[in-house]
């Protein structure tokens, strides 16, 4: 199954493929374009489905486009806690507009 990405206007803005390997032991957050009242400044923890820091198993997505985790100037976002250890949380390292959308996903 795939999932259509659509600004809060409706203006399609692409579609992202079903990857889920595991799709029983999959969960997945989605904070659609245009649903929070303020921007999310960079560095600012945001919550995400339980994952294992470190292990590749996150994929966030925003406005449909796949981020990659790292430092900054490198990355789009860091992933927090120690690498092996549960983690409920990322921080973007840019501000992410109230009209952007956002799928955090387990695989």
Do not use: N
């Not at 840019?94 to 959308?101: I, K, L, N, Q």
């Amino acid at each position: 199954m795939a999932y259509l990405v659509k600004t809060a206007q409706g203006q399609q803005l692409g579609i992202l493929p079903d990857s889920l390997p595991d799709a029983g032991a999959a969960d997945e957050m989605h904070s659609p374009a245009g649903t929070r009242s303020q921007t999310i400044p960079a560095g600012t923890p945001w919550k995400t489905p339980v994952y294992v820091a470190g292990a590749h198993r996150l994929e966030v997505f925003l406005d449909g486009l796949a981020c990659v985790a790292g430092d900054v100037g490198k990355a789009q976002y860091s992933e927090a806690g120690a690498p092996g250890e549960p983690s409920d949380s990322i921080s973007f390292h840019f501000d992410v507009t109230p009209e952007s959308d956002v799928l955090f996903r387990l695989k």
